[in-house]
């Protein structure tokens, strides 16, 4: 057969299949959309130049993508095949060979894959453009994201659907090919089985899951949420689609067993309809409940971080102004006294300028990394996700620092951990013992460091004391070298504006060329803007990503109702030839739905409440330690995602009752 | 007695507002009894399905009414329609319409689980129904799992179960092969023995055989009518064959 023939026919195919290939290259077209859209995030500078951590989710969030849109696609093909199976057994009774139909189908392939594809990409680019303009008027950031689309990331777009709508023709092509004319034409008559339990998979789901969940109920500190998170979100998904695909024919075969409640007509005609149907379905609802759990996360987690920037800052600023200095090969003496020359200057200028310095606080600390064994701190190089962090603090700066007056003789030292459990007797630390003497609580400045990591805080006598632990570790072979680091944090008087022109000039003053050791200055006002415009970056991307799953999961309802529809409508046509009345039928349907729409939607909720604990302690990173703000998030984006997506379910209900009526 | 009353009957397809319309009925009159077996044989477009339709409450009449024991269909509120069906009627298709999401049990409690009978009774009723029907065995299996004639003796247990007064059969050896046709049949004639009034639509003369009266139906209305009375069957059988040949050569002369 000529090319042009071919074409023609395949063409002609398409126009007249249009009430199926429409939505299916709708469908396709909106999976291309949102990968390029979600792709392109991974090459965006804003993404790129915060953190790895960002590029490294966003990576995750596009292979997710990348498969969702490989089983999206298969679906919607399968549903396409099944309605035109009756049309290609014609085709071989009327004459035409298998090669032949197999040409024709594939040129369909081809022709409907590179619409979806072109498509797909012009209205990516577009809504990616229009919606970051929108984002950015509404959101009314300081600075604006930019949204690009690099060449790679057509190049990945591109191929990767090449890829799927290829593997979905070798797919028709062995259907037809395996298969004989009379059961073409019979088309999905055919009997399916009803699907076999299989235990072993259930309990594969249940392990999986409680693994996931259990990582996320035991997470100790954040630096191990951190690595752990990837491992618990799989486990978590796999388990979803265990427990979906096994566990829901477990259960419902079970409702089938009570007879009681099985002979009734609706639970009779919901039952077995979701019995009989949930092989396929069970992997729709998956796809729904995650991707759910994916927009409650990213919505929830960014809308926390925006509106917790306060509380970030006063944890990363306990004053507004703070002043850091930790220069090498330094001695506790040497830097208190060169601090102590730049505190003056500090200190000369704000009276100059007749402004007042308010509640001042000025230490010395060193941190060190290491690990604890029974009473012995064993310093070691690499920080890792289970190492400990141990602060030291000299005496007299801590009581300074906490307006305490406690006393400590020569061997002793006030240990707090932030483990409540651990209580120690004695403090062993750079191969001196100290009598260890219990500390409950610590000032509130520097409790806010202990939250990331397993932290020890531990008060020494004198300064010297310090020292030889510094001197200690700086000799050992391999270990990094740490130093004393000074801090200095105060308020002042004086108006906004004031305050604004004083922290430029601190800033000077800290840097000046004459001093032997210049200091580092932060002020709380000129972080704000900052920390502002980066929060608000990561609210922006997660509204995007949370449209971007919303329409992910509008387009599987979607697709899930109008099959279920049109496989639902024969069976309830025949019931209602045996005396089903459209009440109850209304009841069975509507029972189903109910089903199919609060399973998804309660998994998600089970889902995030089980990730809380994890995403807690990521963000205590960014610097949210309050459960309130988080919790309220949480409810609020979870109760407003099953709002919408109750709206999409209605309006997708809707459809689907009229398929049946 | 008359159990079956159909007067005047006529329907009239119009497709569109204003377009002439399809006469698929123009005036059927017959009655039939309490315990009777009736045959309904036509060709292709006579009218046979139309007519079905009608009395199965699927479809209304354009003109005529329909009285089954003494209540008019046309009366009967279409919020207790389904219920009528359901208690009155016991239907057989041609293609079985048994629904492979049920096992056979379940495609026979159908009927009963709509009209909310305890699961008691239901198990009272379907055991000895299965038994009658020889399919006992099969009552755990789905309809995919077994033969055409199985399907066909489930979906006539499914019509049974509810005692209906009167079963409507269309075509059901229409998807038969011969053997499993004539067990099918003999099924009948045996559940007619016991009483069961019976109104069957046919093509097959072998089929129609086994009734006790067949109504021959061409363009919209009944032309014709053999009761079988004492004779044998095969005397009964010719002369439906005879009947039939008749009418397609009268159809000859009238074109004419």
Redesign the interface.
Known sequence: MKISFISKMAWQNIKSNRKLYIPYMVAAGTTVAMFIMMSALLTNKFVQERSAVLTSLFGMGTIVIGIFSLIFIFYTNSFLMKRRKKELGLYSILGLEKKHVNTILGMETVIAGSISIISGIIVGILFGKMSFLILNYVLNFPVEIEYSIGWNTFGLTIALFIGIFFLTMLFNITQVTFSNPIRLLKGGK?????PKSSPILFVLGLLSLGAGYYISLTIADSMSALTQFFVAVLLVIIGTYLLFTAGSIIVLKLLKKN??LY???GP?ISI??M??RMKQHAVGLANISILSVMVIIAVSTTITLFLGTEETLSIRFPAENKLTMSPPDMSGEELEQNAEVLYDRVEQYTEEQNLQIKDGVKYQSVNLFGNLKENVFNIREIRDADGTMLLLFPLEDFNQMSAEEYNLKEGEALIYSNESSLNLDSFTIAEKEYNAISLKEVPKMIKANTQIVDTIIAVLPTTQDIDEVLSYNNEQPGNTKTQWQAEYHWNTTGSEAVKKDYATEINGITQADDLEVSGFYESRETSRQEWYSMNGGFLFLGIFLGGLFTIGALLITYFKQVSEGYDDRE?IQ???????????TRQATHSQIVWMFTLPILTAAIHTAFAYPIIHKLLMIFGIMQHKLLILCTVGVVVAFALIYWIIYRITSKVYLSIVE | MTFMEVNNLKKVYTPRLGSKGTEALSSVNFSVDKGEFVAIMGESGSGKTTLLNILSTLDNPTEGEVYLDGTPLSEIKDKSISRFRREQLGFVFQDFNLLDNFTIKDNILLPLVLARTSVDNMEKRIQPLAENLGIGALLDQYPYEVSGGQKQRAAVARALITEPKIVLADEPTGALDSKSSQSLLELFESIHQEGQTILMVTHSAQAASYSSRVLFIRDGRVYHEIYRGGQSNEKYTEKITQALLVSSSRGEYNED
């Open positions: 055919e009997g399916e089985k009803e007879k009681k002979y009734k007509p009779f077995s309809g019995l009989y069976r025949i019931m209602q030839k045996v005396g089903l009345d459209k009440q109850t």
